[in-house]
């Protein structure tokens, strides 16, 4: 089975502008989850979808928003990007029981 | 915010010794991870134990579980250069995937 693929690995953006980071989950898990990664705060959780759903939101500002389509593949937008949203974006999926994470190989975004 | 703490925050040790890292969380839980991260990679899972376990091994891994403290340890026996990494324990409230994340450990095992 493939992994969890991100797309892309690295994007750098200035400040004000909006992006969106793509994640295909492993075949047949119908969870996903996103985390955001930096020095200072650690690994914080985003928000979880499960089968097209949001299920679970982290404590992030609403210029943070995602959607999960029917094949299950997530997306994760920005919106009026800050210096502070420089991290390394992780996305997750998960099987049934949703416990045991698979974790992609993030998307680092630089916002200049 | 960070559920926990793990300690040590760095750790350096020859190959061929254990390296022990501790984690220490502040609310009930459902279960407990360990995962491993490679520099600017994701993170790779390496074993749960539910908060009903006192101990799991897995390979050369072992973890350890005090619900009453509130507190597990990992111990990676007869290490290896090649598990150079950082190591962050994650717990689980509820099912479903939403984990809280410690502030991990670096291990550094030296050749």
Known sequence: KAGVTQTPRYLIKTRGQQVTLSCSPISGHRSVSWYQQTPGQGLQFLFEYFSETQRNKGNFPGRFSGRQFSNSRSEMNVSTLELGDSALYLCASGSQGREKLFFGSGTQLSVL | SQQGEEDPQALS????????MNCSYKTSINNLQWYRQNSGRGLVHLILIRSNERE???????????????????????????DT??????????????????????LTVNP
């Open chain 2, 13 to 20: 040790i020859q190959e061929g010794e254990n390296a022990t």
């Open chain 2, 56 to 82: 799991k091994h897995s390979g050369r891994l072992r973890v350890t579980l005090d619900t009453s403290k509130k507190s597990s340890s990992l111990l990676i026996t007869a290490s290896r250069a090649a």
């Open chain 2, 85 to 106: 990494a950082s190591y962050f324990c994650a717990t689980g409230e509820t099912s479903g995937s939403r984990l809280t994340f410690g502030e991990g450990t670096q």
